[in-house]
């Protein structure tokens, strides 16, 4: 069965880092583009990051770019995502999703198979 289980949220404050991670089973992630995405409440789903297959290259809008970094651990079939100085706005629930078409067409309809989430709240 293919399945992708988010973990790693929490309740943190501003400034402060987390490391979602995505682990897949029923497939190697390696074999696909990897992205995370959110979505908060009342807000279309926002693409945060892609991680290619092919070169390992990386995707992040300009809301994210310098704070966050995505990483594989394929002997772990897991995909990380490190989220440093963490701001209010980035207050939501976070998904994983694989596509095989690698990152091109990033967006809120890409993915074969997604995850269910892990909430991230960033409040003082």
């Known amino acids: 069965q293919v399945q992708l289980v988010e973990s790693g949220g929490g309740l943190v404050q501003p400034g402060d880092s987390l490391r979602l991670s995505c682990a897949g089973s029923g497939f190697r992630l390696e074999d696909y583009a990897i992205g995370w995405f959110r979505q908060a409440p009342g807000k279309e789903r926002e693409g945060v990051s892609c991680?290619?297959?092919?070169?390992?290259?990386?995707y992040y809008p300009d809301s994210v770019k310098g704070r966050f970094t995505i990483s594989r651990d394929n002997a772990k079939n897991t995909i990380l995502l490190q989220m440093n100085s963490l701001k209010p706005e980035d207050t939501a629930v976070y998904y994983c999703a694989a596509d095989w078409t690698d990152c091109l067409g990033f967006g809120p309809n890409w993915g074969d198979y997604w995850g269910r989430g892990t909430q991230v709240t960033v409040s003082s």
């Open positions: 991680i290619s297959i092919s070169d390992g290259s990386t």
